[in-house]
């Protein structure tokens, strides 16, 4: 039979959202892309520190797997494979020769890695259609902009974000704004054209009304299908994480509850700043469609903009 990847929760991500590849970066942007090979070749046996996204792909790495293991210096979960149920691809604008590297690191940390597409330079988001992706992570706007065009949940990872906390082991943290990025931004450009008083007017009037889906209301559905498939060392908890307030909180309640989609907390925080809250939920990766809210985000939690809805037009 055909290798199939249907029916698994697909993760396409740079490697710069996966590693640490800063100061190798900065010699690609002072240099050209061959300074940065010879760079990547020359530290071919160095692994690269985890980045951003690195603790939510170890752990949804995990639902494969069955029994915990990894190297001492940094935590890892379960390498014994199982029904495969997560999948995850380098989907990256390096070149080959630097993607040797990221893969050598990626053994190093026990991440069942197998997959990636190197395009040297030239934007890889194409390649999200046959690989029947879920989600893209990447550090390229460029990029994430296309993908959400295309119709694949994504976000540019913010590579000077906090990295995860290690208190949760056992659960994949996730959490999600809710205009623009769970939901359409239908409320969002009501808000903006005419304030506050008529956004709250026009929530309590369509109360009843669910929302249309906004880019990521696909990857929470394959989120929860995952949590429904019993792991032993695994589980998922999602977060909504909304400027909203009451009256407006019903209508978000009442459009997951449409949706048949359970989230574990809800946060209607009228405006105030979400990093404090977002620090206490202790999410492995926090998703919004506002820069500002993603800025005050990335001080405590691994952190993405989905560049999507009204407030990224132009």
């Known amino acids: ?3 199939t990847l249907a029916g698994q929760l697909v993760v396409a991500i740079s490697s710069r959202a996966l590693f640490d590849f800063e100061e190798e970066n900065r010699v690609f942007e002072a240099h050209d892309d061959r300074a940065y090979m010879r760079l990547q070749l020359d530290r071919l046996g160095n692994t ?14 995990a639902f494969n797997q069955e029994a915990p293991q ?5 935590p890892t979960l379960p390498q014994t494979p199982q029904k495969q149920r997560v999948e995850v691809v380098i989907l990256s604008r390096n070149d080959p020769v630097s993607g040797m590297r990221v893969f050598r690191s990626a053994q190093h940390y026990g991440l069942a890695v197998q997959r990636g597409v190197f395009t ?9 259609k046959p ?16 993908a959400l065009n295309a119709g694949v949940p994504a976000a540019r990872v913010y590579p000077d974000s906090a990295r ?32 506050l008083d008529a956004f709250q007017a026009h929530e309590r009037a369509q109360a009843g009304t669910p929302l249309a889906a906004g880019p ?15 792991s032993a060392h695994m589980r998922i908890r999602t977060a909504l994480v909304t400027a909203r307030s009451a009256p407006a909180h019903e209508r978000a309640i009442r459009t997951l509850m449409d949706w048949n989609i359970e989230v574990d907390e809800a946060m209607f925080l009228g405006g105030l700043p979400k990093g404090a809250f977002l620090r206490e939920f202790e999410p492995d990766f926090f998703f919004d469609d506002q820069t500002g809210h993603i800025e005050n985000a990335a001080e405590h939690v691994p952190s993405g903009h989905v560049a999507s809805g009204i407030s990224n037009v132009g």
């Open 1 to 3: 039979m055909p290798v």
């Open 70 to 74: 990894g190297p001492a210096d940094l």
């Open 48 to 61: 690269a520190k985890a980045g951003v996204a690195f603790s939510l792909v170890n752990k949804l790495l």
């Open 216 to 230: 990521f209301k696909p990857l929470l559905l394959a989120l929860q299908r995952l949590q429904q498939e019993p």
């Open 164 to 195: 995860a906390s290690s208190a949760h082991p056992g659960e994949v943290r996730i959490a999600f704004d809710g205009d623009a990025v769970l939901f359409s931004d239908e409320a969002e450009r009501v808000f903006q054209r005419a304030g």
């Open 120 to 128: 040297r330079g030239q934007s890889p988001w194409r390649y999200l």
């Open 131 to 146: 690989l029947n992706a879920n989600l893209f992570l990447s550090t390229n706007e460029a990029d994430v902009r296309s």
